[in-house]
T-cell receptor, first 111, second 116 residues
Framework: DAKTTQPPSMDCAEGRAANLPCNHS???????VYWYRQIHSQGPQYIIH???NNETNEMASLIITEDRKSSTLILPHATLRDTAVYYC????????????FGTGTLLAVQP | GAVVSQHPSRVICKSGTSVKIECRSL??????MFWYRQFPKKSLMLMAT?????????EQGVEKDKFLINHASLTLSTLTVTSAHPEDSSFYIC????????????FGAGSRLTVL
């Protein structure tokens, strides 16, 4: 079962930052926080992941609270192409450990 | 970066026939691959874990005789939907991570199966 809670939907204006929250209050010490997104009728796309430190890459930033019970994915300048379902997943790292998807957040970027 | 390829991207078949979907890791080796299915407007549901050289591990409620998984090499896993029925129509997606310990799983583009 998914161990994260996300709002079902959010809106964001084009060009503004999109901040997507995720609660994972039962996260274990060896579990990472992963973010994927799925644009309609495509396979999920990896965005970013982190263990306890904040992370940034060319797509997004990930802010993890000190107690690791929640996190926020930040898309700094949202575009229409960022409209997608965003999934926050906690998972033990490694190639053999499965990803269990919850219901995610549908982010609609408005022009 | 890691690339996972699925084939076919779309397939239409008649009820009662079997359909095979391939999942390939193009530039890395994967001892483990994962198969998901997704219904319209729903999230991805993990069906099974495909293990190279051994039997797949199926999630609760997934019929192993219905969804045959073969992981014949370090770069190829196949999902065969046997005796397909209209209710098997779905979006099937695979994912894999590099065996040497990658933390990131890469997903294929998915295969849309329509059973008439």
């Amino acid at each position: 079962d998914a161990k994260t809670t996300q709002p079902p939907s959010m809106d964001c204006a084009e060009g503004r930052a999109a901040n997507l929250p995720c609660n994972h209050s039962t996260i274990s010490g060896n579990e990472y926080v992963y973010w994927y997104r799925q644009i309609h009728s495509q396979g999920p796309q990896y965005i970013i992941h982190g263990l306890k430190n904040n992370e940034t890459n060319e797509m997004a930033s990930l802010i993890i609270t000190e107690d690791r019970k929640s996190s926020t994915l930040i898309l700094p300048h949202a575009t229409l192409r960022d409209t997608a379902v965003y999934y926050c997943i906690v998972r033990v790292g490694g190639a053999t450990n499965k990803l269990i998807f919850g219901t995610g957040t549908l982010l609609a970027v408005q022009p | 970066g890691a690339v996972v390829s699925q084939h076919p991207s779309r397939v239409i078949c008649k009820s009662g026939t079997s359909v095979k979907i391939e999942c390939r890791s193009l530039d890395f080796q994967a001892t483990t691959m994962f198969w998901y299915r997704q219904f319209p407007k729903k999230s991805l549901m993990l069906m099974a874990t495909s293990n190279e050289g051994s039997k797949a591990t199926y999630e609760q409620g997934v019929e192993k005789d219905k969804f045959l998984i073969n992981h014949a090499s370090l770069t190829l896993s196949t999902l065969t939907v046997t005796s397909a029925h209209p209710e098997d129509s779905s979006f099937y997606i695979c994912s894999a991570g590099e065996s040497s310990g990658a933390n990131v799983l890469t997903f294929g583009a998915g295969s849309r199966l329509t059973v008439l």
